[in-house]
């Protein structure tokens, strides 16, 4: 146990979802701004964490990783607006449970809710709305930022903008998210109206993205085992907000209810090896057939929808051990067909079994370091293993051949050059963050591994 003046630490192995890799952290859990400033004014360089849900080794730091977790408020809710104030370690999931009955749903949302106001804002995340809606600082009216000397700033478009940018997307090291006011969208029910395609195989899919621009939400589950004729067969899900009007009759009487979902937990380690090719084909065989039965038109609560992994609580544990790795890159649109093909190509040939393949459309960004650019973002998770990492190092050559970028929040195994050869703003922000003295104070084992 050591302590910074009235904060006290405790020592914790703390991983990322991806349970990979892993570090013995002081961990402080702040109940207060002045407990934060104390802290920075130590001189240890600090990391801000969530709720752990990005994969890899962005929020923590051995010296003091930073639990957000008392930072746990909803301020303020204007329903002219929309605009929610709430601190950044309020969860996602809070938010919805208390809005969506009320007919409030976020403009922007990842695929799970459980990460915090602060994770979706570091991260700058994205929904299966990019192409139309952008990521998550769209939907993001200001912020108040903690950074160096322990000054609060609040931050906007319009406000300390270059700050705001540099934040949203930054993953953490420009400071600590205190609060931020953002928009929830107004909704009549809680379903989603889904139309179902099956795609035979990659053109086919992104065929059918290119013909979906008018939809609010769209995204593939990739069958990466697949291969030859076969290559990228997809099942394409499109979605809208269901009015009340389009419901069944069944629902109509209380549109903005849904049915509970049943949780199952994963409470301890499947064996390392498990989800091998064999189980993961099974997998892809039976999903694919089951989705193929559903093409078509459906009304699914907004849980299924939007967050499916979700029902299987610590579904992380399914890959052992020694943990997974995802890869998630996004490809200019001009490169998307070959480069994912290329991608896709080299997945199948490995055959080491990603059971998630998942391919979105996006659009352009704001954030000055934010992940997104108009093309297609394809993400595979592995189990770790030796060759895991020799696959990575092709994906990675592959993404970078067409123009691609990588997307910090899932990442574990970039080097520092690949990072900079993805991203000429990468050295622009190491710049920025030398002159702010960000990088004496702020810093992840992700910001040492990649020289940020
Ligand atoms: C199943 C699953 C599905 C996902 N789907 C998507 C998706 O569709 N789209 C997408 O964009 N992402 C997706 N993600 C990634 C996830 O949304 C991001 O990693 C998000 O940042 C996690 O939030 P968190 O609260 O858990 O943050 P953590 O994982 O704890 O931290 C993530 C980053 O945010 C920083 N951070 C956290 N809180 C603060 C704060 N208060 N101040 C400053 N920095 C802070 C950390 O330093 C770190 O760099 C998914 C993750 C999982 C596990």
Redesign the pocket.
């Given at each position: 146990m050591s302590s910074v003046m009235t904060l006290r630490s405790s020592r914790k192995t703390l991983c990322?979802?991806g349970r990979y890799p892993v570090q013995t952290c002081y961990v402080y859990c702040p109940r207060s701004e002045s407990e934060i400033i104390h802290l920075l004014k130590s001189g240890l360089p600090l990391?801000?964490?969530?709720?752990?849900?990005?994969?890899g080794d962005?929020?923590f730091n051995r010296e003091a990783t930073l639990q957000?977790s008392h930072?746990n408020r909803l301020l303020e809710f204007n329903p002219q607006t929309g605009q929610l104030i709430a601190e950044?370690?309020v969860l996602l999931a809070e938010i919805l449970e208390i809005f969506v009955p009320r007919g409030w749903f976020p403009l922007i949302t990842?695929?799970?809710k459980?990460?915090?106001v602060?994770?979706?804002i570091?991260?700058d995340?994205?929904?299966k709305n990019h192409h139309k809606d952008g990521s998550f600082v769209h939907s993001l009216d200001w912020l108040d930022l903690l950074t160096t000397e322990g000054k609060i700033y609040r931050c906007s478009p319009l406000e300390n903008r270059d700050l705001f940018y540099w934040t949203v997307g930054g993953?953490?090291l420009t400071?600590?998210?205190l609060r931020a006011a953002f928009r929830l969208r107004p909704i009549e029910t809680a379903w989603i109206r889904q139309t179902t395609h099956i795609a035979k195989n990659l053109d086919e899919a992104i065929d059918l993205f290119e013909a979906a621009q008018a939809a609010t939400y769209s995204v593939a589950w990739i069958d990466c085992l697949a291969s030859g004729a076969h290559l990228g067969r997809s099942v394409v899900m499109l979605g809208e907000h269901a009015t009340r009007e389009e419901l069944p009759a069944k629902y109509q009487q209380r549109p903005l209810r849904t049915p509970r979902r049943r949780r199952l937990s994963i409470v301890m380690d499947f064996p390392n090896g498990a989800l091998n090719s064999l189980t993961v084909r099974a997998f892809n065989q039976l999903y694919f057939l089951n989705s193929q039965r559903q093409a078509g038109q459906s009304f699914v609560d907004w849980e299924t929808f939007f967050y499916p992994?979700d029902s299987l609580l610590g579904w992380n544990r399914i890959y052992g051990r020694r943990g997974f790795v995802q890869f998630q890159c996004v490809l200019p649109l001009s490169a998307a067909r070959e480069g994912l093909s290329a991608l896709l190509h080299c997945t199948s040939a490995a055959a080491t079994g990603s059971f998630l393949a998942v391919l979105k459309k996006l659009g352009h960004s704001q954030g000055y370091l934010s992940f997104p650019m108009a093309g297609y973002t394809l993400a595979l998770d592995f189990p770790m293993s030796q060759r895991t990492l020799k696959v990575l190092d092709q994906l990675e050559e592959i993404a970078l051949g067409y123009g691609g970028r990588f997307y910090l929040?899932?990442d574990s195994h970039l080097t520092p050059m690949r990072l900079r050869q993805s991203d000429s703003r990468v050295e622009t922000f190491v710049q920025v963050r030398n002159a702010h003295q960000w990088r004496v104070h702020f810093a992840?084992e992700q910001s040492k591994r990649l020289k940020l």
């Open positions: 990322g979802w990391i801000a964490r969530g709720n752990g849900r990005a994969y962005s929020a957000m930072f950044a370690g990842p695929g799970t459980f990460v915090t602060g994770g979706m570091a991260a995340v994205h929904g993953m953490g400071g600590v998210i992994l929040a899932k992840s």
